[in-house]
């Protein structure tokens, strides 16, 4: 098959999205940048598929597990039968590729110069088995795995939004270019399809660094931050809200493992018409691990493992748990960044106690106080 992007029809995607996607090359290594809301995850799935109808394996990978959830299910809608691409998280993968036993530093991660050292000894020995890897939110994976990645796949095409980086191991953008080589290609997508005018600019109040992107035309309800007396009071507004916009889905991104617990209880009390969910990395299988992400309903997450996820509504449900951090803190600004970025059209901030956090002071201009 010729290197030339194969003709196949993007419905979803609007058209600034798709010359982004038209303008990748099927070889080499690639660096797609974007803001929230501009669709990075679902370019994501669609350069996947592509790469697949040159009939390598093809793996489109992320850190998280809820997101590979995601991306599956995104999968299935796109993939040209005969030409399968595959969603997996990047754990998976190198245990499949390395083995379960991979090295592994003392921080828990892999030891990214031992896998890179196995990956050169066997380097084209099996050409053909060889895949072509999609990373989304590439931003949450360090320089090591970039180095791996540019010598055991065919070609490496990483979505990312340095941003949006929430975990102790990440890269900037600089960082995973140089790491992949000097001929990686660079490429950018604009706009925010997702959020409100409102929620985008309350949002921007969190950014760190980066180039300031335009606001949504679209408009919604301002943002509310709201004081509650007790997890029985947010629970029961959850419901409220559940009640009030039954097709919507609603994600309560949480702090606190126990918070989520305690508000999953309540929540299977209040008689709701959809069953609420609850994700927990600590699950190995069942409810708790496989979730339904696209059906309507409360979706409890842990805000480290809301990166890529979207909802119509969501509720910051504890944000006192950020009261004694500095609030100029760049982690603080990032968590934030991204979880209000995850609301499409109502977005929430839930406090308790008898002082508001720090970092919701200034947000008055923004959003309405409760």
């Known amino acids: 098959m010729t290197t030339a992007n194969a003709a196949v029809l993007h419905p979803d995607l609007i058209h600034v999205q798709r010359d982004c996607l038209d303008a990748l090359p099927l070889t080499g290594h690639h660096v797609v940048s974007g803001p929230p809301g501009s669709g990075k995850s679902l370019l994501a799935a669609h350069r996947a598929v592509h790469l697949a109808l040159t009939g390598r394996p093809t793996l489109l990978l992320s850190r998280s597990n809820l997101l590979r959830q995601l991306l599956r299910d995104t999968l299935q809608g796109l993939t040209v039968p005969g030409a399968p691409a595959e969603a997996a998280t990047v754990h998976g993968w190198i245990q499949r590729r390395f083995g379960h036993d ?3 530093t003392e921080d828990g991660w892999f030891d990214w110069t031992a896998l890179t050292g196995r990956a050169a000894e ?12 999609v990373v989304d939110e590439g931003q ?3 320089p090591g795995f970039y180095r791996l990645a540019r010598i055991a796949a065919a070609s490496v095409t990483v979505f990312a939004d340095e941003c949006q980086r929430l975990t102790e191991t990440n890269s900037t953008l600089t960082e995973i270019t140089d790491a992949l080589g000097r001929s990686t290609g660079r490429a950018e997508v604009g706009g925010n399809h997702r959020n409100t005018r409102e929620i985008a600019a309350l949002a921007e109040q969190f950014r760190i660094g980066g180039t300031r992107p335009s606001l949504p035309f679209r408009s919604g309800p301002v943002p509310i ?3 509650y007396s007790g997890d029985k009071d947010l629970a029961a507004d959850i419901a409220t809200m559940a009640a009030g916009q039954p097709r919507h889905r609603i994600g309560v991104i949480v702090n606190s493992l126990r918070t989520a617990a305690d508000l999953m209880r309540r929540l299977e009390r209040a008689g709701l018409a959809h069953e609420p969910q609850l994700y927990s990395s600590a699950a190995s299988a069942g409810r708790y691990r496989d979730l339904e992400l696209t059906r309507p309903g409360v979706v409890l997450v842990h805000r480290a493992s809301a990166k890529g996820l979207d909802f119509d509504t969501v509720v910051i449900a504890d944000a006192d748990s950020d009261s004694a951090t500095d609030p100029t803190a760049a ?3 990032m968590a934030y960044y991204v979880m209000i970025t995850r609301a499409r059209e ?5 406090w308790q106690g008898s ?3 720090r970092h919701l002071e200034g947000l008055p201009g923004w959003a309405h106080m409760r």
Not at 122 to 133: C, F, I, K, V
Not at 346 to 350: A, E, Q, T, Y
């Open 102 to 104: 991979a090295p592994r």
């Open 122 to 133: 066997t380097l084209g020995r099996d050409e053909a088995a060889t895949p072509h890897l």
């Open 140 to 142: 949450d994976l360090p």
């Open 225 to 227: 931050v709201r004081h």
């Open 331 to 333: 982690t603080l600004r």
């Open 346 to 350: 109502r977005l929430v901030l839930g």
């Open 355 to 357: 002082r508001m956090p």
